[in-house]
């Protein structure tokens, strides 16, 4: 098959551009079949949902490799638009929140549970001691159970603005129903990674706009960061690691 371009390469999948489409293909090493079908079933479950995302039109096996196809967006991601004109980014950011606002709205109720998949990740840990799992463990169990949409991964470069001005939501390979403080202290930790000088003006805004305490969103950081460790990424452990052992917040 010809491709026209990489759009993106992470590990054990790779994303290209063909024609109309987009097309992820899987090494079958880090991405099992089961994972690639959830992958689009997720997708499809959140499609009905009626939010604003590409269309899944395919399941396939493409060179021997499982792929999943969706419909190509052009346009530009909001971080894109948030590196060309810092003087707007108040601007993005409220678009940003509003939307993450308008996924939290949203019901699936044939997607994984957002508790269910932390307490298997946080009982898969290898970096952190019994005694650790247990306080997460706890914690997590202490958390209010909800059943709202939460993308798992929402951060500026999963949106693309087209240019019609429309907005399109990415990657929903982490989609669950659950606590949407979850979802937002995910983004809060996104943003304390990649661009730290948002971190807490997003945290502000989302608390204000969705009327929910800062404390909140606070005690589900320590969660979610062990929750990501399980992924691996060396570029992330430490700073993961010392948020689970973060108890205070100031």
Known sequence: MTYDKILAERKGKVVYKIGDSVV???????????????????????????????????????????????????GKTLQELMNENPDKIDEYLNMFVDLQLEVHSKRAPLLNKLKDKMNRKISSLQDVDATTRYELHTRLESMPKHTKVCH???????????????????????ATQGNAAAD??????????????????????????????????QQWLPIVAASQLVKGRDDEKEFLM??????EYD
């Open 24 to 74: 992820k293909l899987f090494e079958s090493e880090f991405h099992p079949k089961s994972d690639v079908l959830n992958e689009a079933l997720n997708q499809a479950r959140v499609e009905e949902t009626g939010l604003p995302i590409p269309n899944l039109t395919a399941v396939s096996i493409i060179d021997g490799k499982w792929a999943i196809t969706i419909d190509y967006v052009e």
């Open 242 to 247: 010392r948020w689970i052992d973060v108890v």
């Open 184 to 217: 937002a202290a995910r983004t809060y930790l996104i943003f304390s990674l990649r661009q730290p000088e948002l971190a807490d003006k997003y945290l502000k805004l989302f608390c204000a706009k969705s009327n929910t305490a800062k404390q909140y969103v």
């Open 152 to 174: 798992g991964d929402f951060n500026p470069s999963n949106i693309i603005i087209d240019d019609k001005g429309e907005v399109h939501i990415l990657d929903w390979s982490h």
